[in-house]
Every structure is written in structure tokens, then in C-alpha cells.
């Protein structure tokens, strides 16, 4: 039924154009003005045309709109009270998006030509969008029109910190902003005033543990809120992982224990962290659960490169207590020598926890230099030869013959 309506004003538009002059006039201005809204509004913006008179010889047009989908919705015209009220027939299709327009008589005036009606999306997928004219036509071309494109802009206020930045602990104060459109003054709220209570200046009250949210509207029903962020027992505060300094024997392994303290009621199911070393002696070799707080959690992940290991930990029983977190085995390098530290960094519980972090020296004790005796001798086929240590080294020993197939040597007893 549109389409029949528009292919009728097209030929009223025909017709018209028989009787129209020839002449030019001057440049027709045609404008839709910068404009604002919330979401999910609706509202008429106006098509604005300055100063069309009798030497324009305007009889009928059509304009085709462009706009972003995604952010507004202009679903029909408005002509009461505009220039494009009768006697003037206008039709706005909102599958083409074109607007079609034809009169008897000559269109003259300025102001609203007409109201577009628009609808601003709930969630748009931007703050801003062009409504703009790809083809706009007055007596089917003969006439100069200049076009002024106009940008919608979604009126916006933002809460800051969306998440408190740090460690937020009961008895801790933190206090929020806003910036953008806003219009005092501002309510806030929290989502759980048992939790955390928030003034009227936007200062939030931790008062127990949990989590919360805050909410923040302005004058004009603008709204934020931040997103939803714990409230941790005074302890975790003084969260800390640790290493204690430690000496080892060079080419030795041994299990480095990894240190937390108090977790109790933080609700730890989850745990990483990356642990740092000297690569010229020390050498990362895997990550040990047994006898640790974290016995009981899944098998560790970990990644090593030269001088780094990554570990994540996780699992269904929330820790308890202090002590060791977990073991990293390492090995001394045969050459190490002079102490190096070992440091973390990445530490991070429940995926929003951090933690303090105490690093840790190690030191190299060089290897003792293991004294054989005989020192040498010489034998014959089928003759037998007992070796044992004089000095050095800590049983037990394994010996090893360099040509097995020259001469053999038990293993265990030299």
C-alpha cells in the first residue's frame, strides 16, 4: 500500500514538474541539527529547510536517509505544524529509507520541513550515529541544494572505578566519580548495605564481607553502576607469598618450598603466580602438590622457560590456614656460584586477589670433589678390582664404568 502511495506522489510529481519554471533560484539549505538522547528514548528530529520561495519553484523532492541501524531507529515522519503539512502530501518509506514529497502548489517558507521519528535502541552499539542525505532531490534535479548533516549523540554518564583498583578490605573507604552528562545532583546506592554502605558524595563504606555494586543517577534519570567487586576479611590485606633464603649443592635437586600466609575465610579455590630466578644457576624441573595446602586441588599446570615458571593452581576445597602453598623442584646448575634471588610477580587468588610478595636468596654451595682410591692400577682379563671414597660427596654413591664393554663395575658397591 506504500508503494503505491509513493509511486502516486511520484506522479503527482511528474505532473507538477509540467508547469514548473526553468529557473534555477538560489541555493536551498537543507539541514538536520546535532541532537542528544538517552537511551531508549523517542523523539522527532527535525529536517530543517531555510528560505524556500517562490523563485525556487519548489514543487516536490525526495530525500533518502542514512543513519547506523544499530543505535537509532527512524520508524515514520511527523508533518504537523512543518512545512510538509497539507496541502503538501509527504510519505516516508522505512524499508528505503526515502522520504517523498509533492505539492500543487509552489512550497515556500523556512523552518521544519519535517519530523523524523526516531527511536534510540536500549543497548546501541554505539554512542553516536550521522543521520545524513546520500541523494536528496527537489523537482526531480533542477535545483541547487546544500546539505548539513546532523549527528545523534547518546547523552552517557560513566562511574569510576568500574572495580576498586585495590585490595578492598572491611573497614576500607573508597570513593567514586563520574564523568560525562551528568546533572546534579547525584543519588547513589549499593546494591548490599550490608556489605557497604555509599554517601552522597559517592564514598562507599566497606562493612563486611561479600560483594557488592554501586548504582549512581543523575537529575535527569541518566544511569551507571560499577561492576561487581568483593569486600575481603581485614586479613587479606596482609596477603603474602613467599621463599625463605635457602643454600644448595651444586648439580643437587631439591624441593623449594613456596610460602602463603593466613587464607582463612577468603575463599581461595584458585591460584598463580610466576617465580623468577638467576638461569645461570638455577634450573626450574616441575611443580610438587604432596604435603602442601594444595594437596588436594587438581594437578598443577606450569610452564617453564629459561629463568621463569608460570604455575596455576586450582581446585574444590577453599584453603585454610598458612604455610606451603605448593613446591617448585630445582636443580643447581654444575657452575653456579654467587648468590641471585628468587622473586614473584603475577600473583593473583580467585582470578581478583592479589597479594604481597617477599622474595628470597639463593645460594650455591660448590660441590665437593669426590676422592677415588685406587687412583689407578692396572688389571687383566677376568681380574676383579674394589674402588671406594676416600673423601667427598654423600652416599650413597653410583658408580659407572666409562667402556662397559672393556669393564664392567657394580653400580652400588664400586
Known sequence: MLHRTLRRILMLVSFVLLGATGARGQTIPVSIPDTTAQKGDTLLIPIRITSLTVSDSVYSGHMSLMYDAGVVDIFGIETAGTMAASPVSALYNTATRELAFASANIITGSGVFVYLKTRVRETPTRDTTTIWFPETIFNEGNRNISLNDGKLRILKMTVAPKSPPTLLVVGDSLQFFVSGDQILPLSWTSSDTSVGKIDTTGKFKAKATGQAKVYVEDSRGLMDSTNLFPVYPVQAASLTVSAHDTSHTQTLEFN??????????????????TMNFSSTRLQAISVIQAGTMTDSWSSPAYNIVSGQIDVVLAGIEELVGSGILVYVRMRVLPAASGGSTVSFSNVLFNENLTANTISATFTPIAAPTVVVAPASAQV??????SFFVTSGGTPPYVWSSANPTVASINPSTG
Open 256 to 273: 623449594l618450598p613456596i610460602y602463603v600466609t593466613n587464607v582463612t575465610g577468603l575463599g581461595i579455590i584458585a591460584s598463580e603466580f
Open 380 to 385: 687383566v682379563r677376568n681380574d676383579t678390582l
